[in-house]
């Protein structure tokens, strides 16, 4: 019987998981192909190689001496927290990651809770200790009271820590002592984590994750807890509900394999598996015994926390830039999106070409957006809301927990700041120079803090934040206080107009660009919207002779990504994406409606 260990790898964001796991895989000398060294092998879509964060949590696996090493790459933005929570459920044990520099964070006091609370053995990896800087035992420190607070067991406390630097790929278990492997963190993993509990009877597997192939469907993925399954089994499907029950068939097995899955005829338990053929699958189902179903309690799935308007493009420009552009179009895509995005709900809009879409955050969202552009999709889209629920008949918000890190001669600004977008501050605290700022805000105040707090503070602000709790309605933010700067007609815009207008805002056209008439072109300086006119040229009788013209000396247009754009907008804007542009405007595109619209 093959010897198994099952790890999830957990930590804040870019603490460095996807690189340690990249590394183990070398290791086990899985992947030989120089040619793509440098890149991530784990994010494997394009989405998360470019941005360089994980997205959706993967399973891989190494051969090491004579072990299976089953491991859980996760995802460390706190938008896909509910997601880790889960894919833990997986693992016998933890490594617990943290930047040498960055030390605990947020997420990582999250994650550390979530895997203590299930009864994980810990190992923790100071990572990056190649930086600069870092501070490797002071962090350690912080590692082990952030677990003391947490009520970590007496066994848990006991962790074992190792040193190293996931990107030179090597661990040790001295931080002066560079090695040049990352073996000792496989020996010590062998070591440490236990074996997975190995139950006799009839199978159990709680569904815990899903894997997604346009070929065959959606494939379920959990832990083996008791007995074995065997490929063209008949087995019962216990649904979430708790009494549901369907007779179905196992049609094929799958473990994970180095980057790959290996199709087995058998699967022992304490194994990690795919199972394929179990029509009507959801998370937190149970595949169980033909004859006496015995179902596992089920596994929670996050709630949603905020919605955006999905709705089709009705710009003057729609159709020219995307292939897909009707409801029709959106409406299947989102309905394709459901099959497998765990945390994503899709409600009819208030038109016939409207949806809400409500997702964990706005990244959570702003990654289906982006994707759907890829495709070929057009669309438009309404400021991001947060849920409002009614708790004991008061109106509640989410709250969340705001961390900020920043240069100490910041400090006073950033709490200004938070503190304008109803943000307390709960604790602060100052070491070699710079201060780590606590707040509790409402999830309205972060919309849009990010961009905001970057230009205040040099780009030196370090800042994350997660949910917390649903708490009573804290009464009005003003997010943005200035006006846009609205196009007045359609067509192409002027370089020499633009000029004109430079003192009045910022641009976020270029000169030349085709825009219409109700397009949000700029920001104005001042709170009020202003229509401007921006396709008019220079009157010919104006023109001097080329030569003494005045030189025009206009600023670069600011240009948006995606998240600011949409953490940008007013509630009587959307944001019109296609394949290749992405304008902001207004809803109502005509003066006359607007103003009407306003009385
Ligand atoms: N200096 C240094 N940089 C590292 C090290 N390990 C990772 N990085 C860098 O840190 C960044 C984030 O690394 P990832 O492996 O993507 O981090 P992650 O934890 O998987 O991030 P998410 O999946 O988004 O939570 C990348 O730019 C890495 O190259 C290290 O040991 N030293
Ligand atoms: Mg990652």
Known sequence: MQKIRNIAIIAHVDHGKTTLVDKMILQGNLFRNSEKAGELIMDNNDLERERGI??????????????????IDTPGHSDF????????????????????????????????????????????????VDKPNCRPEEVHEEVFDLMFTLDATEEQLDFKTIYGSAKQGWMSHKWQEKTDSITPLLDVIIDEI????????????????????????????????????????????????????????????????????????EVQCGEICAVVGVDGF???????????????????????????????????FFGKEGKYVTSRHIKDRLDRELEKNLALRVEPGPSAESFVVYGRGVLHLSVLIETMRREGYELQV????????????????????????????????????????????????????????????????????????????????????????????KGDIELRINGSLIAMETGDSFAYSINKLQDRGTFFIDAGEPIYCGQ?????TRSEDMVVNLTKSKKHSNVRASGSDEKMNIAPPKKFSLEEALEYIQADEYVELTPTSIRLRKILLSETDRKRGAK
């Open 54 to 71: 994980t997205i959706l949590s993967k399973n891989v696996s190494v051969i090491y001496k004579d072990y299976k090493i089953n491991i």
């Open 194 to 265: 236990p074996e997975p509990v190995m139950l006799e009877g009839t199978p159990q597997m709680l569904v815990t994750s899903l894997e997604y192939s346009s070929y065959i469907g959606r494939i379920a993925v959990g832990k083996l807890l008791r007995g074995t399954l065997k490929s063209g089994m008949p087995v019962t499907l216990a649904k979430r509900d708790g009494e549901t029950m369907i007779k179905t068939r196992i049609k094929e097995l799958f473990v994970f394999d180095g980057l790959n899955k290996a199709k087995v005829d």
């Open 520 to 524: 949000v072109v700029g920001e104005n």
């Open 382 to 473: 309404g400021q991001p809301r947060v849920i409002v629920k009614e708790i004991d008949g008061r109106k509640c918000e989410p709250v969340e927990e705001l961390n900020i890190d920043v240069p100490d001669e910041y400090s006073g600004k950033v709490i200004e700041m938070v503190t304008k977008r109803k943000g307390q501050l709960e604790n602060m605290e100052s070491k070699n120079d710079r201060t780590r700022l606590v707040f509790r805000i409402p999830s309205r105040g972060i919309i849009g803090l990010r961009s905001n707090m970057l230009t205040a503070t040099a780009g030196e602000a370090i800042m994350s934040h997660r949910f917390v709790a649903f708490e009573p309605w």
């Open 282 to 316: 959801e998370i937190g189902d149970t595949i169980t015994d033909y004859e006496n179903p015995d179902p596992l309690p089920p596994i929670a799935i996050d709630e949603p926390t905020m919605s955006m308007l999905f709705t089709i493009n009705d710009s003057p």
């Open 81 to 128: 927290g509910g997601e880790v929570e889960r894919v833990l459920n997986m693992a016998d044990g933890v490594l617990l990651l943290v930047d040498a520099f960055e030390g605990t964070m947020p997420q990582t006091r999250f994650v550390l809770q979530k895997a203590l609370a299930l009864g994980k053995k810990p190992i923790v990896v100071i990572n990056k």
